[in-house]
């Protein structure tokens, strides 16, 4: 069962990372193949699992402020910054569709 | 050359100075750069606390039996005023706040952004393994070799912790902090033949280990025997509040025993870990270990672990969501690698990945994000979470009918030459290595 090149372009725009070529495509392929093997283990009335700590209660810290004031230190990290922002480019500005895109799946 | 032993003795007793030590470790790192273990060589930082080391010595107040010695740390660990890479474009020219490791710290060489291969895809280039260049290895290429290049014949370190093992391996420091999703830690030390420790899940802090998989990732401990491991676990384990995912049970940490009588000792042999493609001389050492338990008087038995041929197909969906989960945090806008593309911030994160992230990790992310699909995530992701609970349940039946121990090969087969691994696939080799460790870290 081939995956769509509808699924592929929808793939390319949640993850933001491109098939770049046919291997790409290829290898998505596989692991769907190879991840179909599952289907052979029986399952019912088997809970999934999340953790082996599943058991046990997460540690929860007092709600005290104990450490922070490190915004000049993690601002050195970004490389476009003005004062204390993280600058970006304009948002709410949707990836460009299928056709419109520089994607190897346009030739798809 | 034991820490816990020799050297720590060593130090205690004034035969041989931190400074020293840091220095002799300092020169063989660059005598040995043909190994290509170490990305980055904090060289002043490792001097410094080399010399805040002696001071404490010297006042008879070391902090420890740890104190002076020089420990490499994989590049997956955010370390203080260290550039933390993971061996990828991705994270390139980023320095990190975090702890800071024992002692000395240099930050070693590994596959990027950890995923599992033989250490050969990061950035930086591939790991060799320290045993490419012993006279056994040497004399037996000699005998097969048509190929008139030597320095091609190297053998790979494994992965992802390479770098980390190769350090050990090489006497380059004696000590590593790797990490182990799968087997990242114990694949490496058996291909380098040293000590490979995955702790359980939850004993050891993973706060400012570079998450692959949450659920499954440890740091891993590396070193020369396994009294130096119980002492470097001594010091690493237990409860963090950074890492709610650290147990909060006491931890008291301890020295190995000399175990001189065995006959207490149930020792189980998984049959399903004689698996396909597992070399007859892996296989004849495995059976030799269990007869050398068994003539001391252990009691040796045939147990099985259903599942286990499940596991790589579990881990595959499983850690492939993970990583698309994990991976979505590298945009380019707080930290690392950041793309030119200004247009929009949809665009300029797309091709921050796209220029950051190799083809390896590529894959992984778009594999993960199919199997988290609304359509998918039922069969995919919930059916692999419930062969999880599988798998883990083989060991827990196992442990409560009495066996103490299981005893397993850590690969299939000893560690390849370069040239004859980048032949195939980075899915398809980690798949076949990964089915004697990955059921492991499932059950934690």
């Known amino acids: 069962q081939e995956v769509t090149v509808d699924v592929l372009d929808h793939l390319e725009q949640l993850a933001l990372v491109d098939f770049r070529d046919a291997e790409g495509v290829e290898r998505l392929q596989k692991a769907i193949q190879f991840a179909d093997q599952l289907h052979e283990v029986n399952t019912d009335g088997v809970e999934p699992m999340d953790s082996v700590l599943e058991d046990r209660c997460l540690y929860l810290r007092e709600d005290d402020v104990t450490e922070g004031n490190c915004a000049k230190e993690l601002l050195k990290n970004a490389r476009e910054k003005v004062e204390e922002y993280f600058v970006a480019p304009p948002g709410n500005i949707p990836l460009p569709k299928l056709e419109e895109r520089e994607t190897f799946l346009q030739g798809f | ?444």
Request: hydrophobic content about 35%.
């Open chain 2, 1 to 444: 050359n034991a820490v816990r032993f020799q050297v720590a003795a060593a130090l205690k007793d004034g035969r041989v100075a931190p400074t020293e030590l840091c220095q002799s470790c300092l020169s063989l790192i660059k005598s040995t750069k043909f190994l290509n273990a170490y990305i980055t060589v904090a060289e002043e930082t490792a001097l410094k606390q080399a010399e805040e080391s002696e001071i404490r010595y010297r006042r008879g107040q070391p902090l420890g039996v740890l104190d002076g010695i020089p420990v490499a740390v994989k590049d997956n660990f955010n370390t203080a005023g260290i550039e933390t890479t993971c061996a990828s474009n991705m994270l390139k020219g980023k320095k990190k706040l975090g702890e800071c490791g024992v002692s000395s710290v240099t930050s070693v060489c590994i596959c990027p952004v950890c995923v599992r291969s033989g250490s050969t895809d990061g950035v930086f280039g591939p790991v060799r393994n320290p045993w490419s260049y012993s006279r056994q290895y040497k004399e037996k290429s000699v005998q097969k070799s048509r190929s008139e290049d030597k320095e091609s014949n190297w053998v790979i370190t494994g992965g992802s912790s390479g770098g980390s093992a190769a350090a050990v391996s090489s006497f380059t420091c004696f000590a590593a902090l790797g990490s182990d999703t799968g087997g990242s830690t114990r694949n490496p030390a058996a291909h380098c033949g040293v000590v490979g420790l995955k702790p359980t899940y939850g004993l050891i802090s993973r706060h400012g280990l570079i998450p692959l998989v949450n659920s499954m990732d440890v740091p891993g401990i590396l070193t020369r025997c396994v009294d130096d491991a119980a002492v470097v676990l001594g010091s690493l384990a237990g409860h963090d509040p950074k890492d709610s995912t650290t147990i909060q049970d006491n931890f008291k940490p301890f020295e190995l025993p000399n175990l001189t009588d065995v006959s207490n000792l149930s020792i189980g042999i998984p049959k399903e870990y004689h698996a396909p493609g597992l070399s007859s001389e892996i296989l004849a050492l495995w059976s030799k270990a269990a007869d050398l338990f068994k003539n001391a008087g252990a009691k040796v038995i045939e147990v099985s672990l259903p599942h286990t041929r499940y596991s790589i197909v579990c881990y595959h969906v499983l850690c492939t969501a993970e990583v698309a989960s994990n991976m979505a945090r590298f945009d380019g806008l707080e930290y690392g690698h950041r793309s030119d593309m200004n247009t929009s911030t949809e665009s300029m994160y797309a091709a921050t990945r796209r220029e950051g992230f190799n083809d390896v990790v590529r894959g992984r992310i778009l594999s993960g994000n199919y199997f988290l699909l609304k359509q998918n995530y039922e069969n995919y992701f919930i059916k692999a979470q419930k062969v999880r609970r599988l798998i883990a349940n083989d060991f827990v039946k196992v442990f409560q009918s009495g066996v103490d121990i299981l005893l397993t090969p850590t690969t299939l087969s000893d560690a390849v030459p370069y040239m004859e691994f980048i032949k195939e696939d980075n899915r398809t080799r980690s798949a076949q290595d990964d089915i004697l460790t990955q059921a492991a870290n499932m059950a934690g």
